[in-house]
């Protein structure tokens, strides 16, 4: 075996597993689980001692924006990616059709973590400025078409639909986005925030495995009406399969929002950061950051992890492969720490609470390859 991870509680919710083992790492695939203890550290070249940690299955930020040189707000994947305990981060629209190449070459090949892409609508993506759906002539769907079955790291077509990037464009947008994603057999992640176009004839185009992301912003016009219930098209998306995403960023998500979502008995289906150069500094900071003021509401341990690993590998097509630790997947695991110490943690409306304890990322392992965090 090349490494060996001992000590550790292994929670995969992919498995409905939480429980001591050892796991053991051949070729960058996860090899195997044994009892603990009852492998020889000797037969592994490297031990990873996961003593007071869990290990779970590796990251995945299914929102991040990290085309670092030609867009304004891009980060270099890696410094939100390995060295924040990510293994799979998911741009979200940075790019269209026309730059695809260039981010192909300067960030899926130049960096360590896995980087997938939601591919803009909008043939020049976020590189020209963010009101990218204002001149429909700029939508190319099918030279995107072209790239998409290319490509099968372009997992799903994003579509930006709030005031100031749609200016007067109002749907069209969106139905160019759905009629590609149906050509392709993809889904299509939507960003909401301001109207017009509305909230509810937004939802009312998405189906089944589409992504609604910051979905709670605490902006007007969201998922709750005045009175605090679910608008109707919400309830009416909901049963049609559509998810909700947090997409957290700089000013999309709420702690207000998010608590009345959770006295209804919601949860994200997948928690995701929107970080970008800006937020990393606050209020997003990191995945761990946005997964701990879930813990901090009382969402349970379990449910946060699911929401950054095997659930949004399935919105990704990739379950089988990514967000689990089963035999003969890569080998991409986090080992977290809880810290029983306060933390302060901001929404972007300014409101904070206090967590503790808190998760820390200790390590993490890409296809078989161990980066620690001191
Ligand atoms: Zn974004």
């Known amino acids: 075996m090349d490494l060996l991870i001992v000590n550790g509680i292994v929670l995969d919710p992919s498995q409905g597993i939480c429980g001591p083992f050892d796991v ?10 044994f009892a603990p203890g009852t492998v020889q550290a000797g037969l592994a070249t490297e031990v990873v001692d996961a003593a007071g940690c869990f290990v779970v299955p590796g990251l995945i930020d299914l929102h991040t924006h990290v085309f670092e040189r ?6 270099k994947a890696d410094k939100v ?5 990510v293994t799979t981060l998911v741009d979200a629209g940075s790019t269209g ?3 695809f190449p260039a981010f192909l070459r300067e960030v899926v090949e130049l960096n360590q973590t896995q980087v997938l892409l939601w591919i803009n609508i909008a043939s020049q993506g976020l590189c020209d400025g963010r009101s990218e759906l204002a001149d429909l002539s700029l ?4 030279e995107t078409e072209r ?6 790291l372009i997992r799903g077509i994003k579509a930006r639909m709030s005031r100031s990037v749609v200016k007067d464009s109002g749907l069209q947008p969106l139905v160019m986005a759905k009629r590609l994603a149906q050509r392709v057999g993809l889904p299509v992640m939507v960003h909401i925030g301001n109207a017009p176009p509305k909230l509810g004839e937004i939802l009312d185009l998405l189906d089944s495995g589409d992504v ?3 979905a709670f912003h605490g902006k007007q016009g969201g998922l709750l009406d005045e009175n605090g219930q679910l608008i109707p098209e919400a309830v009416c998306a909901m049963e049609r399969g559509v998810l909700w995403d947090v997409g957290h960023g700089s000013s999309s998500f709420s702690f207000q929002t998010m608590k009345r979502i959770k006295e209804l008995g919601l949860s994200p289906f997948s928690i995701s950061t929107d970080i970008y150069c800006e937020n990393i500094r606050g209020p997003v900071h990191s995945l761990i950051t946005t997964m701990n003021k879930y813990l901090a509401m009382g969402y349970p341990l379990e449910d946060v992890i699911a929401a ?7 919105i990704l097509g990739l379950a089988d492969e990514l967000g689990t630790l089963k035999k003969d997947t890569v080998a991409d695991l986090t080992i977290l720490k809880w810290i029983a110490e306060p933390i302060t943690l901001v929404d972007s409306e300014a409101e904070q609470m206090v967590g503790n304890p808190y998760l820390r990322a200790v390590n993490t392992i890409k296809s078989g390859k161990v980066w620690r965090h001191d």
Do not use: M, Y
Request: aromatic share 6%.
């Open 308 to 314: 950054v690993t095997w659930r949004p590998a399935r």
């Open 212 to 214: 609604v992301t910051h």
């Open 139 to 142: 939508l190319k769907p099918d």
């Open 97 to 99: 059709s026309r730059d």
């Open 147 to 152: 790239l998409i079955k290319q490509f099968p």
């Open 81 to 85: 990616g390995i060295r924040q305990g």
């Open 24 to 33: 053991g790492v051949t070729e960058g695939k996860i090899a195997d689980w």
């Open 70 to 75: 030609r867009t304004a707000l891009g980060i």
